[in-house]
């Protein structure tokens, strides 16, 4: 027997319609429908009917928890069995966040071919980079053959673009078979802008944002709408063995409850978590700089694993680039002491003055109490890229020795570090917002909205924004996997390998907290000291040579992107480059 089963609380009638035949479902408590039928299990092709005796396909709509939609997202939905699946990853005990380092990537653009299966003749390279956590842009059902993900509206469904469900479950079995585990973007602020019915049954919307309609977390009907994005979560980490989720722009999520959606979820998570026996993490992309949501929940927060950091970020993009627009503003104004300030505190913006928001923003991250480890922080990501005007990555923008240098100051921080993927050796490809609707209006839409947004935060080169429609957006933007053979990108990886496999094997360059860091700065000579317990890490940002005494004898030299010569207590570092040393202490 298959359950059909669909909440939809102000209609009348609800059928399901397989093949030429239109089933009622009986109405049940709490505004759903349901009904049990026979010889309709896996493979079945379906779709509901509401209040609409006619039958046939004419006016169906696909399942809102269809997880198949092989037709696209109009289409009919199709019954998936998650019990089909043979699943070889029973040893798997997990990763927990604190200790790891992650890699975010598209499986659009991160292989030629663009799917889940050609992704796994990649996790060897991630295995020997020394990565632990593999974090997936959202991989949910969005209409077009191409996107970044976050269009998403078959919240349920793995889009057939990269295989479907079997094929991600596949590479969620190899990850694991090497040791990596999985973390998953998931999109619950809004739906895309095509394909997005969930408004035909129920209240689920409340009002839009910048991305399109929001979902109505705290009036009536908001019940199911919660479990709507709860068990979804939930969905994920039990049945696709997924190791964490990565839950995007948290900050617009509207909800006004006593418990937030996000606390909520944090619950139930951790139920889950002890039930299968394995680490499961939720991380947040917050532009609130609130300390609330690390928090834990005997302290008072809402008990999530981690956020996105983009203070760390904006302080070391504007430090090694010299870029001073639109966010970037305050943090170019603090220049290397903003820079310290990030190292050892987290937030630059603590509740003092944004002059890119034009208030007072974020409060104060207690160091003593929350773990750096908390704090997800990175060179670069996909919205740090993709949102600029030519999706232009750092390399376009600096020397293979300051590279060097920003990945040496992201690896012996505090915080839990993430690559996005390429950066390892330093990749040349762009990575460029892309999407593909076939509505000609929605595609000028897009368009449009991207120029108006990025004249919105003061870029001067919106005039040059690609295409999003235009498919060598999509493909300029695939990785050059014969790039890390060649100069001087084989050099940039074998440096990322080292700093990973230092970074792992002295626990003063993973130590969490953050109160315990030290940074001395010279503004003049743009060079960073950095204590890490015994070790030191210098940094000489400059154009010249820089002789630094550490006030204590050298022991051993553990690490220099270009030969360093030190004296007892006193290193001489070129320009652009940096060293990681002990001292006797």
Not at 412 to 425: A, I, K, R, Y
Request: some cysteine; overall charge negative.
């Amino acid at each position: 027997m298959t359950e059909f089963a669909v909440w939809a609380p102000d209609r009348n009638r609800v059928s399901v319609v397989i093949g030429d035949d239109r089933v009622p479902l009986q109405p049940a408590p709490g505004g759903w429908w349901r009904a049990e039928l026979p010889d309709h299990g896996h493979g079945t092709d379906y779709a509901f009917l509401l209040d609409d005796e006619s039958g046939g396909w004419e006016g169906a709509l696909p399942d809102p928890r269809s997880r198949w939609q092989p037709r696209g997202v109009h289409g009919r939905s199709r019954v998936y069995d998650h019990d089909a699946f043979w699943w070889t990853d029973d040893a798997w005990t997990g990763r927990t966040l604190a200790g790891s380092v992650l890699y975010e990537c598209h499986i659009g653009t991160v292989t030629d071919e663009g799917t889940f299966d050609a992704a796994i003749g990649r996790l060897d390279h991630l295995v020997s980079l020394g990565i632990d956590l593999i974090e997936l842009l959202p991989i949910n059902a969005v209409d077009g053959p191409v996107n970044w993900g976050y269009d998403g509206v078959g919240w349920y469904a793995v889009t057939g673009n990269y295989g479907g469900p079997d094929a991600f479950k596949r590479f969620v079995d190899a990850a694991h078979a090497r040791g990596l585990g999985v973390v998953l973007d998931v999109v619950y602020n809004h739906l895309g802008p095509s394909g997005a019915y969930l408004d035909r049954y129920g209240p689920y919307f409340a009002g839009s944002n910048i991305w399109g309609p929001s979902l109505n977390l705290d009036g009536p009907g908001s019940d199911e709408v919660r479990r709507y994005v709860i068990d979804n979560a939930l969905m994920w980490l039990r049945d696709f063995h997924v190791d964490g989720l990565r839950i995007d722009a948290v900050h617009a999520l509207r909800d006004t409850r006593a418990q937030h959606v996000l606390e909520q979820l944090a619950v139930e998570v951790a139920a889950l978590e002890c039930h299968v026996g394995r680490p499961l993490s939720l991380i947040a992309e917050s532009d609130l700089n609130d300390p609330k949501l690390i928090t834990a929940r005997e302290g008072g927060g809402y008990g999530l694993t981690a956020q996105w950091c983009d203070d760390v970020h904006h302080a070391l993009h504007a430090v090694l680039t010299g870029e001073d627009q639109g966010y970037y503003g305050d943090f170019a104004e603090a220049g290397l002491n903003g820079l310290a300030h990030v190292l050892t505190r987290g937030f630059l913006h603590e509740g003092t003055w944004s002059s890119f928001r034009g208030r007072s923003h974020g409060a104060p991250l207690d160091t003593a109490r929350i773990p750096g480890s908390r704090l997800v922080t990175y060179l670069q990501n996909h919205d740090q890229i993709g949102n600029r005007a030519t999706g232009d990555r750092l390399t376009q923008t600096l020397s293979p020795g300051l590279l060097a240098c920003g990945a040496a100051l992201l690896f012996t921080s505090g915080f839990t570090p993430m690559l996005f993927m390429g950066d390892e050796w330093g990749a040349r490809t762009p990575w460029q917002f892309f999407s593909r609707f076939d509505d000609p209006a929605l595609q000028q839409a897009v368009r449009d909205g991207r120029r108006s947004e990025f004249a919105e935060h003061g870029w001067s080169d919106a005039d040059e924004v690609p295409d999003p429609n235009a498919a060598s957006t999509f493909t300029d933007s695939t990785l050059d996997w014969s790039e890390p053979e060649q100069e001087p990108h084989a050099t940039l990886l074998r440096m990322h390998q080292e700093l990973i496999a230092l970074r792992r094997a002295w626990p003063e360059l993973s130590d969490p907290w953050l109160d315990a860091v030290g940074v001395d700065v010279h503004e003049q000579a743009r060079t960073l000291v950095i204590a890490r317990g015994s070790m030191r890490i210098v940094v000489n940002l400059g154009a010249e040579p820089v002789t630094l005494s550490l006030g204590a004898t050298i022991t051993r030299i553990l690490l220099a992107s270009e030969p360093t010569r030190s004296d007892d207590d006193s290193f001489t570092v070129p320009a652009e480059a940096f060293a990681i040393c002990r001292i006797a202490i």
